[in-house]
Nanobody
Framework: QVQLVESGGGLVQPGGSLTLSCAAS????????MSWYRQAPGKERELVAA????????NYADSVKGRFTISRDNAKRTVYLRMNSLKSEDTAVYYC???????????WGQGTQVTVSS
């Protein structure tokens, strides 16, 4: 059974940091591009960051460049999102997504809430 389970969300003050984790099971993790998306209330889901299968290439939304870092540990089948200098506009539900390199088949996690507020 395929599972992507996000964790690490919560309430943080502006300027603070959080690290999200996404633990994968049920598929060949090292064959998938891993991404983080987010969706704020009333807005469309948007790509935050992505990393290729071996971690050799990353991509970030302009709004998070220099503040967020995506990483992965293929041995642990886990992808991370380190978020620094958080702003109120980073408040959203954050989702993990796995995309197969060749077929494009996708899996999504259930999401974890991140709230940035004083």
């Amino acid at each position: 059974q395929v599972q992507l389970v996000e964790s690490g969300g919560g309430l943080v003050q502006p300027g603070g940091s959080l690290t999200l984790s996404c633990a994968a099971s049920g598929f060949t993790f090292s064959s998938y591009v891993m991404s983080w998306y987010r969706q704020a209330p009333g807005k469309e889901r948007e790509l935050v960051a992505a990393m290729t299968e071996t971690g050799g290439s990353t991509n970030y939304a302009d709004s998070v460049k220099g503040r967020f870092t995506i990483s992965r540990d293929n041995a642990k089948r886990t992808v991370y999102l380190r978020m620094n200098s958080l702003k109120s506009e980073d408040t959203a539900v954050y989702y993990c997504k796995a995309t197969h390199t060749y077929s494009g088949h996708q899996y999504w996690g259930q999401g974890t809430q991140v709230t940035v507020s004083s």
